[in-house]
């Protein structure tokens, strides 16, 4: 059974730092894609970041372009997002999910990210 869960999550002040960590088990990670994704209260969900199997394809939103960057350590099977510069903004739950079986990401739209995890809070506030 495949099962994503998300840590690193907290409280911090704008201009901050948080280190998020995405643990897949039931699967063997090198071979799959992983994206990031947050819902903010009373707002639709949105792709934050996606790193394919290779490393070879990484994408962001907009808005976190140069603040965050996302990488993976398949001998732990996790996927990081570093989130550097926090905004108030930023403040969301933060899900990883897996677009099982794919190698590289699709579309942050796609139905193919099926696996999800329970995700973990994001508040940056001073």
């Known amino acids: 059974q495949v099962q994503l869960v998300e840590s690193g999550g907290g409280l911090v002040q704008p201009g901050g730092s948080l280190r998020l960590s995405c643990v897949v088990s039931?699967?063997?990670?090198?071979?799959?894609?992983i994206g990031w994704f947050r819902q903010a209260l009373g707002k639709e969900r949105e792709g934050v970041s996606c790193?394919?199997?290779?490393?070879?394809?990484?994408g962001y939103l907009d808005s976190v372009k140069g603040r965050f960057t996302i990488s993976r350590d398949n001998a732990k099977s996790t996927v990081y997002l570093q989130m550097n510069s926090l905004k108030a903004e930023d403040t969301a739950v933060y899900y990883c999910?897996?677009?099982?079986?794919?190698?590289?990401?699709?579309?942050?739209?796609?139905?193919?990210?099926?696996?999800w995890g329970q995700g973990t809070q994001v508040t940056v506030s001073s």
């Open positions: 999910a897996a677009p099982l079986p794919l190698e590289r990401c699709p579309p942050f739209s796609s139905p193919d990210f099926s696996k």
């Open positions: 039931g699967l063997k990670l090198d071979y799959y894609a």
């Open positions: 790193i394919s199997y290779d490393y070879g394809t990484t």
